[in-house]
Nanobody, 124 residues
Framework: QVRLVESGGGLVEAGGSLTLSCAAS????????MGWFRQDPGEERKLVASIAWRGGGTFYADSVKGRFIISRDNAKKTVDLQMNSLKPEDTAVYYC?????????????????WGQGTQVTVSS
């Protein structure tokens, strides 16, 4: 099991940048696919970006491709999501999640461990 704690959310103007960080604890972090999801009220959590446990493989939702960058440091047990050129439609609660065996495009049901979420608000 992996315990996850997100940080870095906040309020930013459209066009600005934010970096979300996820600190993990647990023995299986370095073997886990890590994902960042976001959720609007009343909707399912949607995959924003994911990164393989090694080798650098990544996946991005079309809505964030070219603007967001996911990275991980297995030695420090962290996963970051750098968000650039933010838009009002990026406003959501963002969650970090871990899955021991999951393809990069997997939806939220494939992930077992979740952080508490962090709010990102982009003003127009």
């Amino acid at each position: 099991q992996v315990r996850l704690v997100e940080s870095g959310g906040g309020l930013v103007e459209a066009g600005g940048s934010l970096t979300l960080s996820c600190a993990a604890s647990g023995r299986t972090f370095s073997q886990s696919t890590m994902g960042w999801f976001r959720q609007d009220p009343g909707e399912e959590r949607k995959l924003v970006a994911s990164i393989a446990w090694r080798g650098g493989g990544t996946f991005y939702a079309d809505s964030v491709k070219g603007r967001f960058i996911i990275s991980r440091d297995n030695a420090k047990k962290t996963v970051d999501l750098q968000m650039n050129s933010l838009k009002p439609e990026d406003t959501a609660v963002y969650y970090c999640a871990a899955a021991l065996t999951a393809p990069l495009r997997s939806g939220w049901r494939a992930y077992r461990d979740w952080g508490q979420g962090t709010q990102v608000t982009v003003s127009s």
